[in-house]
Antibody, heavy 122, light 107 residues
Framework: QVLLQESGPGLVRPSETLSLTCTVS????????WGWIRQTPGTGLEWIGY???????NYNPSLKSRVTISLDTSKNQFYLSLKSVTSADTATYHC????????????????WGQGILVTVSS | DIQMTQSQSPLSASVGDRVSITCRAS??????LNWYQHKPGKAPKLLIY???NLQSGVPSRFSGSGSGTEFTLTISSLQPEDIATYSC?????????FGQGTKLDIK
């Protein structure tokens, strides 16, 4: 059973950079892609972006100018960096494994990490 | 961008009830639609992928249907452990997007 676990600071100052790590217990390989999703009480889930095992990325255009997702295959980890944060970035951040069914191009996130609450406040 | 709109939240039902949660896409997404269950402090869980396929390990009381712009998640007999928020996700086009979530509680 693959497990994902987010880690990082729970409090970030406005205008600074939010940095999170997702550690994957096993099967960290090129059969999957690796994503970040955040959840706010008012607006539900928001896709942030994902990284492929080769380092290629795809980001939500609404966040693209501030987001970087990267990975370290030797550590079974991937990372989220979100710069110039404001209070609107206060959310629970989840990492998740992306699965694609080659024959149909269907895709989904499974499993997810339980999430980490990040508050942006001075 | 494709907008996803879900049933009114919260949705109240009794144990044993048949519950349906709807999700509407702002344009045709074929069957590129997934459903997730999430509870506070827990990892969100994939229930249904590709509109109607039950994820392994998910109880058979959950089912999904629909294509195009209208989709439904159905719980055939509500159980206390089903109290959660349910979200749909479209992956037809980028940026992928989620519905706002439907919170299900016990009447």
């Amino acid at each position: 059973q693959v497990l994902l676990q987010e880690s990082g600071p729970g409090l970030v100052r406005p205008s600074e950079t939010l940095s999170l790590t997702c550690t994957v217990s096993s099967e960290f390989n090129n059969n999957y892609y690796w994503g970040w999703i955040r959840q706010t009480p008012g607006t539900g889930l928001e896709w942030i972006g994902y990284v492929f095992y080769n380092g290629d990325t795809n980001y939500n255009p609404s966040l693209k100018s501030r987001v970087t997702i990267s990975l370290d295959t030797s550590k079974n980890q991937f990372y989220l960096s979100l710069k110039s944060v404001t209070s609107a970035d206060t959310a629970t951040y989840h990492c998740a494994r992306g699965v694609t069914e080659i024959a149909t191009s269907q895709s989904w996130f499974d499993p997810w990490g339980q999430g980490i609450l990040v508050t942006v406040s001075s | 961008d494709i907008q996803m709109t879900q049933s009114q939240s919260p949705l109240s039902a009794s144990v044993g009830d048949r519950v349906s949660i709807t999700c509407r896409a702002s344009e045709n997404i074929d069957t590129y639609l997934n459903w997730y269950q999430h509870k506070p402090g827990k990892a969100p869980k994939l229930l249904i992928y590709a509109a109607s396929n039950l994820q392994s390990g998910v109880p058979s009381r959950f089912s999904g249907s629909g294509s195009g712009t209208e989709f439904t998640l159905t719980i055939s007999s509500l159980q206390p452990e089903d109290i959660a928020t349910y979200s749909c996700q479209q992956i037809y086009s980028s940026p992928q997007s989620f519905g706002q979530g439907t919170k299900l509680d016990i009447k």
